[in-house]
T-cell receptor
Framework: DQQVKQNSPSLSVQEGRISILNCDYT??????FLWYKKYPAEGPTFLIS?????DKNEDGRFTVFLNKSAKHLSLHIVPSQPGDSAVYFCAASVEGGKLIFGQGTELSVKP | NAGVTQTPKFQVLKTGQSMTLQCAQDMNHEYMSWYRQDPGMGLRLIHYSVGAGITDQGEVPNGYNVSRSTTEDFPLRLLSAAPSQTSVYFC?????????????FGPGTRLTVL
């Protein structure tokens, strides 16, 4: 039973355009949502997070939107750059600090 | 700060062999965890620890043991390796009081069990 789902395994975007990565979840008890970025042969690195009591959080080119009624969150990257090409994981936090990850979406930003 | 370090980077085992994956962090983080990453499955939590002497199971604990004798170290033991344990293993740590549970990950250990 996958509590956090990223239904798009891959996404290709032109440099300078917007990248939108999506994530759905089933457990309404999640208290935080996080996005991690992963390059090949490296560990995931934290990108941005959002509390379950907010609906938007912005950090530079990265914005995360949370729609609690739809149990859906999205990561917007504007403008997209070739260095953003990586695998992006959505994760949800449960009480006690455990993270539950989605399957990941591989973003390719083409020059 | 070295952050979270993991050794070895690569390992090949035969079925039935045992080994220990090492993880260390120098950030004085209370919380440490082990994940495995498999294609199409994301990262799944194996075991975690909220402090020295305290460990608990995650989503996929079978076949793995952990212990936490110091704040810095959190080794993962495979007692009898199986091909299903072929995966990339990541160790992570974080401060207990961080509100959004951001975790810092090591570079990973790629394990192949033949």
């Amino acid at each position: 039973d996958q509590q956090v789902k990223q239904n798009s395994p891959s996404l290709s975007v032109q440099e300078g355009r917007i990248s939108i990565l999506n994530c759905d979840y089933t457990n309404s008890m999640f208290d935080y949502f996080l996005w991690y970025k992963k390059y090949p042969a490296e560990g995931p690195t934290f990108l941005i997070s959002i509390s379950s009591i907010k609906d938007k959080n912005e950090d530079g080119r990265f914005t995360v939107f949370l729609n609690k009624s739809a149990k859906h969150l999205s990561l917007h990257i504007v403008p997209s750059q070739p260095g953003d090409s990586a695998v992006y994981f959505c994760a949800a936090s449960v009480e006690g600090g455990k993270l539950i990850f989605g399957q990941g979406t591989e973003l390719s930003v083409k020059p | 700060n070295a952050g979270v370090t993991q050794t070895p980077k690569f390992q090949v085992l035969k079925t039935g062999q045992s080994m220990t994956l090492q993880c260390a962090q120098d950030m004085n983080h209370e919380y440490m965890s082990w994940y495995r990453q498999d294609p199409g499955m994301g990262l799944r939590l194996i075991h975690y620890s909220v402090g020295a002497g305290i460990t608990d199971q995650g989503e996929v604990p079978n076949g793995y043991n952990v212990s936490r004798s110091t704040t810095e170290d959190f080794p993962l033991r495979l007692l009898s390796a199986a091909p299903s344990q072929t995966s990339v293993y990541f160790c992570a740590s974080r401060r207990w009081d961080r509100p959004y549970n951001e975790q810092f990950f090591g570079p990973g250990t790629r394990l192949t069990v033949l």
